[in-house]
């Protein structure tokens, strides 16, 4: 039916061109067959070119509307895609990601759209719907939690001294580091083949339960415990089911698998008087407070208030209560982008992901910013030996079910009242 419209609004086309110039449609009924069949066709093949014309048109017209007409700043810097290297400070913040409508929760992202808005890397009217400029992050960090080497990719003028001119805009505990031109189809969070983590704490945190965590200063970890947590962070690598270790996930899920490759805490310091350590956790992907209830359970081990089994139990179909340690010390190291880089990194028009120019400056604001905040604050807040203190509500032997029933039970025990 499509068909014979086109061919029947070609012909009418026709005739009105062949009447402008003197000639008539009688000319066509002369024809031989073969010659009418070669005339329908270039007829019809005309006539899909103008409707693929007018659908062409009518495309451009929707995006000039869309992104409005270009201005003096778009004709003399052009859009192109890039990635950009993040460090900030989570302190103060309600994580990474955008949540447009709810301004009294300022997040990361909040941070770096107005100041990449006020540079003039974007124009105003992206602010609001980011995926004009195709804007992405390589990982969501929750509430309080640092990064020293988050990614987004997005699209944005390239104009002169860039960098600082973001970064003039932005508060001192958030940085750009480093920004890189990668292909139109880039998305950090799609390309990104892993991402490591490090999580920094007081070593009072592997203390054993009868220990006095009033006096943090004076605890030092025995070199046998350490090896032991390094044992029990060593059985968290492979693919495992986590659905125990985020929210509102039931086992029987696909997403809950994840690939975890390495797992271990280093060696203890010493930072204004108190022993930290850190854990760097290197997996494929993460679920909300994934990494958080991984540390929190092998420190109930350690500390004595679970059974060593009960890691390997928590992979299984079974609700297991696992406890989520503080989010003050997460902080994300790097992203990974291995097959992007071996695909694009040595074509000749693109930079390889890695930032080894920028070491020294992402060295820097840790030091400056990132870990003076975790030690002043744990210091000061104690939030690793509060949540310490929560432990042994836990029932590390039941299932969360009955551990939640147990504690709505000991509440309302305790209120003198009875449980909705």
Known sequence: MLKTRLLLSAFIKQRLTFERNGVYLQSFCTMSQGSRDECAAKLLKRANEENEDSADKVQATKRLKAEGEPTEDDKK???KKVVLLLAYSGKGYYGMQRNPGTSQ???IEDALVTSLIKSGCIPENHGEDMKKMSFQRCARTDKGVSAAGQVVSLKLRLMEDIIPKINEHLPSQIRVLGLKRVTQGFNSKNNCDARTYAYMLPTVAFSPKDYDTGDITGFRLEPETLQRANRLFAL???????HNFTSQKAASDP????????MSCGEPFICSGTEFAVITVRGQSFMLHQIRKMIGLVIAVIRGYAKEEVVERSWGLE???VPK?????????RVHFDRYNKK?????????????????AIKAFKEAQIYPTIVETECQEGSMVSWMATLPIHDFEASATNTQQKKEKDNAEITG???D
Request: glycine share 12%.
């Open 77 to 79: 810097y052009p859009k």
């Open 319 to 321: 609700k297991v209560d």
């Open 417 to 419: 009242n009875d449980s």
């Open 105 to 107: 929760f300022r997040t």
């Open 325 to 333: 340690a503080p989010g003050l010390g997460l902080v994300l190291e």
């Open 236 to 242: 968290y690598k492979g693919t495992h089911n986590f």
């Open 344 to 360: 694009f990194g040595g074509d000749g028009l693109h930079e390889t992901l890695e930032w080894e120019n920028e070491e020294e």
């Open 255 to 262: 997403s809950a698998r994840r690939y975890i490759m390495e």
